[in-house]
């Protein structure tokens, strides 16, 4: 596991843009994971800001997004494809049709379900998955009490979720109750993960995430367990974290021995 703590949001977000263009420059068909929220929005808008001034191309890159809202239709304001498709798909060179979000309208959820996953794996999986960090503790839509070994499904959302994302709609009973999401065990599937989380109000959960113990309470804990997973935190974001001085050592020095993490 590796920590990069940065000043700023900003800086997390060209950190995190600069990591997926190297990967990029390695394989050009590389297969993103990407998620919405507000977190994400400075890494997308530096990797459009490096498609335009650097000629960053994805013309052969793929995307499954992690979670949809049962109910949007695709060119709602909130909707998950929408928010994609504005933020980053419609401003780089990615083909649409190699974007894929979970279709919350589609008339068998379930099977709809079985499908993103299969597409997954067709697709020979995903190479890097871009994560933020729910209140809660929630990765995607894995809500606390979520299996730890969970795939793509139907998730019932909590009543803080709701809260949280309330503040994207005109009113609370306007945020949809369900959600398309992979699963955990999707998630961990992943060849490497990077979860991006700044501010404040993200400094106990991202605390608890990192170093506490591995719980289905906070979904974001089975993070540990995986072999290749990098957290990007602004100074805010990290400010509980106990290992802060250690995370920081690491990282200043990790370019003396190739490889080493913490
Ligand atoms: C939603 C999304 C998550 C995201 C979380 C945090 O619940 N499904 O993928 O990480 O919100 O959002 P924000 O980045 O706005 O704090």
């Known amino acids: 596991m590796e920590v990069i703590v940065r000043k700023t949001y900003e800086d997390i ?6 990591i997926i263009r190297k990967k990029m420059a390695k394989k050009p068909d590389l297969i993103l994971g990407l998620a919405t929220g507000s977190t994400p929005l400075g890494l997308y808008k530096e990797l ?3 498609h335009k001034e650097e000629e960053l191309d994805f013309s052969q890159v793929k995307s499954f997004n992690l979670d949809e ?4 239709v695709p060119d ?12 980053l798909f419609d401003h780089i060179n990615i083909k649409k049709e190699n974007t894929r979000v979970p279709d919350g309208m589609a008339n068998d959820l379930e099977a709809e379900c079985l499908q993103y996953e299969e597409e997954i794996r067709k697709a020979g999986g995903i190479d890097i998955q871009v994560l933020g960090i729910g209140s809660d503790g929630h990765i995607a839509f894995n809500e606390p009490g979520s299996s730890l070994g969970s795939r793509t499904r139907i998730k019932t959302l909590t009543k803080q979720t709701i809260e949280d994302n309330s503040r994207f709609f005109e009113k609370e009973k306007d945020v949809p109750r369900f ?9 961990m599937d992943s060849r490497s993960i990077f979860l991006f989380a700044d501010g404040e109000r993200k400094g106990d959960v991202i605390a608890v995430a990192i170093e506490g113990p591995i719980t289905a309470d906070i979904t974001a804990s089975i993070l540990q367990m995986h072999p290749r997973v990098t957290y990007l935190l602004d100074e805010a974001a990290a400010s509980k974290l106990k290992r802060r001085d250690y995370y920081r050592w690491v990282d200043e020095n990790k370019a003396k021995v190739k490889g080493a993490t913490t």
């Open 13 to 18: 977000s060209r950190e995190g843009a600069k």
């Open 48 to 50: 459009v800001r490096m």
């Open 69 to 72: 809202y049962v109910g949007l």
């Open 76 to 87: 709602h304001p909130q909707s998950y494809r929408y928010f994609m498709n504005e933020n």
């Open 179 to 187: 959600a398309l999401t992979m699963g955990i065990g999707s998630i």
